[in-house]
């Protein structure tokens, strides 16, 4: 399903090298004896997840299809980033689907909010809240003002029937709340971090009300949960992922680039920049992660990536398939001249300016390159690459003696913050 290359990495050590330290990992990972060990509930949740729950993701989203002109999705970080980056990814960016997603609860914007709120007022509107914490100010904020919206538009029994709350089986405001309102609620799992949630129902409601085939996910979660469970590097690219990083990092790259070359998979970059910042960068530790769009961002980054200081690698992630294409027509005119390409596809020369960046980074600009093959943007695939993406932050957190799992740096903030607004202690 997934396929990894580091062919163009300019690598000064053999991978294989690290097999000795990957066995004893994957062996910590497998039987849960590391550090953040309690967070490990995603190696096996293919086999463990609960079923009962999943069916009443499907009958909520059922129930609730006609009600959801707009869906919108209260969270932020692990809470948020997952189904956006999914529904992306799988419908793209201007799906012909009747259940539009908008995320809210992500930002303390008041414009943002407000025009949320302005466009979706004669729609018909369901709401999922999510907060495994059910403390974290930006989402109880805007769910405090959506929710006095939504009573105002539907009066409390209909606006009851259209919010659903995500969070945990017994702790936290959100969940005392939801309880007190009587919302259908559906559980985060104690032992499944936010930046890893996204195959829970933290990912999977929303999802399903937009459409998409959660059934599909879990499948291709499932497959690459088997075909990695090996501790063998030269069998596991998602292990060959994670040390490739840690051998760049020893030959002093301290950025990672990760590239896309479709427009619907820029936020699995920004789901991707989180998992591998939030896990990695602490103790003064870590890669960082940063992102590009080409062709795009070739036209602005891409000048610093040829010509600038020689701190990064990039990291590719091509797509076999791309989810629709297009046939370039022919013009009997020819002023543009573009009748060069006349009856190629589209998707073709996106490949061959992928082709042609490549050569000219590495070979011209000494970057060193990593590939990442997937095969197309759909449900199976969003699914392996979660597992695979998921089981390489842990094999590089743990190369690094890194506890992968936790995020005591973003206590400070708010720390601050909470002090500036007068919060009672
Ligand atoms: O990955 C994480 O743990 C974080 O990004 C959280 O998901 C984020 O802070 C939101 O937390 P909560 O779901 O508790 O509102």
Redesign the pocket.
């Known amino acids: 399903m997934m396929k990894f290359d580091s062919s163009h990495g300019k690598l000064q050590e053999n991978i294989l090298d690290y097999q000795e330290k990957v066995s004893a990992i994957h062996k910590m990972i497998h039987e849960k004896t590391g550090a953040g060990n309690d967070y490990l509930g995603w190696v096996d949740w293919a086999t463990t997840y609960d079923k009962e729950e999943f069916n009443r993701i499907l009958e909520a989203a059922k129930r609730l299809k006609e009600k959801a002109e707009v869906i919108l999705v209260c969270?932020?970080?692990?809470?948020y980033l997952g189904a956006r980056a999914a529904a992306e990814m799988i419908q793209g960016l201007y799906p012909q689907s009747e259940h539009e997603l908008i995320y809210v609860g992500n930002t303390f914007s008041s414009t943002y909010l407000k025009q949320v709120l302005d466009y979706v007022k004669d729609k018909s509107v369901v709401l999922n809240v999510?907060?495994?914490?059910?403390?974290?100010t930006e989402?109880a904020l805007a769910f405090r003002i959506l929710k006095q919206f939504m009573e105002e538009k539907y009066g409390k029994e209909e606006a009851r029937a259209r919010i659903l709350a995500t969070t945990d089986k017994a702790r936290g405001s959100l969940k005392a709340l939801a309880d007190a309102e009587g919302y259908e609620t559906f559980v985060?799992p104690d032992d499944i971090?936010?930046?890893y949630?996204v195959i829970t129902p933290v990912g999977l409601l929303p999802l399903a009300l937009a459409g998409v085939d959660i059934q599909k996910i879990m499948d291709g979660y499932c497959q690459a949960s088997e075909e990695l469970n090996t501790d063998d590097l030269e069998k596991n690219p998602a292990y060959q992922y994670g040390v490739t990083r840690r051998i760049l990092q020893n030959q002093g790259y301290d950025v990672e680039m990760f590239v896309t070359y479709e427009m619907q998979l820029r936020t699995l970059a920004e789901w991707w920049k989180?998992l591998m910042g939030?896990s990695e960068g602490k103790e003064d530790k870590g890669i960082l992660p940063a992102s590009v769009n080409f062709s795009t961002d070739l036209h602005s980054m891409g000048q610093f990536i040829q010509e600038g200081k020689k701190v990064l690698f990039e990291t590719i992630l091509t797509v076999d398939k791309p989810s629709e294409d297009i046939i370039i027509p022919s013009d009997e005119e020819n002023l543009d001249k573009m009748n060069y390409l006349a009856g190629k596809n589209l998707d073709w020369v996106n490949k061959m300016a992928c082709e042609g960046t490549l050569a000219a980074h590495e070979e011209v600009g000494g970057v060193p390159n990593i590939l990442i093959h997937v095969e197309d943007m759909k449900e199976f695939s969003f699914g392996y690459l979660c597992y695979w993406f998921f089981i390489a932050t842990a094999m590089t957190c743990y190369l690094l003696e890194i506890n992968p799992f936790n995020?005591p740096g973003?206590e400070v903030y708010k720390k601050n913050m909470f002090k500036l607004l007068g919060k009672p202690e």
């Open positions: 969270g932020i970080g692990g809470s999510i907060s495994k914490s059910g403390t974290t989402t985060i971090g936010g930046r949630s989180q939030e995020q973003v």
